[in-house]
């Protein structure tokens, strides 16, 4: 079992290898951590500033007994497919979301997009793309000056 959990959060992996390991994790583990709360909206995966994969997060949320989780990593969707196929393995509702840098130093947005299959289409057909990549160069100018 530790060899599983160990894969579910190896960066140097695919996703869908850490989801095989999820899905093998999921027959047998039952959760066996408290929570301070059953929904957690602001959350980073390893994508971001985060320390776990996606499915590695889901993962803690299904031991804690959570009900749903948002990984809202900084300016990026890339873990966002990922998150949404570990919360159908453990039964967690995953809404999608990400944290946009603006062009004021401190002032951040979280967006969330509770409509999963809206969600995943838009991924699916670039739709984002151009809004991150400005995003992405304005956070770059700002670093820069």
């Known amino acids: 079992m ?6 579910i959060d190896d960066f140097r992996i695919e996703p869908q ?5 999820a899905a093998k ?3 047998n583990y039952k959760p066996d951590l408290s929570a301070v709360c ?3 909206l602001h959350c980073h995966s390893f994508y971001s500033d985060g320390y776990l994969s996606p499915s590695a997060k889901i993962f803690e949320a299904y031991r804690r007994n959570m ?19 570990a919360g ?13 840098y ?18 995943i289409n838009k991924i ?6 151009k809004v991150v990549e400005t995003i992405r160069l304005a956070k770059k100018k700002q670093l820069e000056a």
């Open 67 to 85: 009900k749903a989780i948002a990984i809202a990593d900084h300016d990026v969707f890339d873990g966002q497919i990922e998150a949404i196929e």
């Open 124 to 129: 699916k057909y670039g739709i984002f793309d």
């Open 102 to 119: 603006t062009n004021r130093p401190g002032i951040e947005i979280i967006a969330h997009f509770p409509d999963k299959e809206d969600f």
């Open 25 to 27: 994790i999921a027959k």
């Open 88 to 100: 159908k393995i453990f039964g967690i509702d995953v809404i999608p979301a990400a944290e946009f």
């Open 2 to 7: 530790k060899e599983l959990i160990n894969r």
């Open 17 to 21: 290898e850490r989801l095989e390991a």
């Open 38 to 40: 059953e929904i957690d």
